[in-house]
Nanobody, 124 residues
Framework: QVQLVESGGGLVQAGGSLRLSCAASGRTFGAYRMGWFRQTPRKEREWVAAISWTGDNTYYADSVKGRFTISRDNAKRTVYLQISSLKPEDTAVYYC?????????????????WGQGTQVTVSS
């Protein structure tokens, strides 16, 4: 199992940027494809981005493509999400999690527990 701690969120004006971090513990972190997800009180948790275990392949939801960049540092057991050109509709709690082996849009079954997430609030 993997334990996850997200950080880096905050209040930012539209058009601004933030860098989110997800620190993971667990010996198999480097073997997992990792994803970022986000959730608002009115919507179910949605997938945002994913990155292969090597970092060579990245995937993005259409709503964030070109504005968000996912990266990872396996030596530091950390996944990052650079979010730029922020819009009010990006306001959400952001979470990270390992993704399924053949479905990078879904969290991996039995990975452990979701972290507390990090709140991103974008003002217009």
């Amino acid at each position: 199992q993997v334990q996850l701690v997200e950080s880096g969120g905050g209040l930012v004006q539209a058009g601004g940027s933030l860098r989110l971090s997800c620190a993971a513990s667990g010996r198999t972190f480097g073997a997992y494809r990792m994803g970022w997800f986000r959730q608002t009180p009115r919507k179910e948790r949605e997938w945002v981005a994913a990155i292969s275990w090597t970092g060579d392949n990245t995937y993005y939801a259409d709503s964030v493509k070109g504005r968000f960049t996912i990266s990872r540092d396996n030596a530091k057991r950390t996944v990052y999400l650079q979010i730029s050109s922020l819009k009010p509709e990006d306001t959400a709690v952001y979470y990270c999690a390992p993704t399924k082996p053949f479905d990078y849009r879904s969290p991996r079954d039995g990975f452990g527990s979701w972290g507390q997430g990090t709140q991103v609030t974008v003002s217009s």
